[in-house]
Nanobody, 121 residues
Framework: VQLQASGGGLVQPGGSLRLSCAVSGSIFSINGMGWYRQAPGKQREWVAGITSAGSTPYADSVKGRFTISRDNAKNTVYLQMNSLKPEDTAVYYC????????????????WGQGTQVTVSS
């Protein structure tokens, strides 16, 4: 299973970016998907998630500014980031809890390679 994240870049404060993460490989089903981020010198923190049923919890720091969504037909998760702040600067990592076969006992978390988001004037 491979996850390919894209969409990062440099944006001014108040701007927007949309991250994408496509899952490929041996996939029977995908349960939860989501995003973490890691700023320089800080621990990785959870940002947002989306369950297979469509529930979308968010970290307090991004609630009301970020929107997570998924396209099950494309095995892709998105993170729309609006009203970006300098403190949102980080490497963003996507994850997916993938069940690889019908016989598998459960899902296993796979990670993307990370995409840099820099918010600066």
């Amino acid at each position: 299973v491979q996850l390919q994240a894209s969409g990062g870049g440099l944006v001014q404060p108040g701007g927007s970016l949309r991250l994408s993460c496509a899952v490929s490989g041996s996939i029977f089903s995908i349960n939860g998907m989501g995003w973490y981020r890691q700023a320089p010198g800080k621990q990785r923190e959870w940002v947002a998630g989306i369950t297979s049923a469509g529930s979308t919890p968010y970290a307090d720091s991004v609630k009301g500014r970020f929107t997570i969504s998924r396209d099950n037909a494309k095995n892709t998760v998105y993170l729309q980031m609006n009203s970006l702040k300098p403190e949102d600067t980080a490497v963003y990592y996507c994850y997916a809890d993938v069940r690889t076969t019908a016989q598998a006992m459960g899902s296993k978390r796979a990670w993307g390679q990370g995409t840099q988001v820099t918010v600066s004037s």
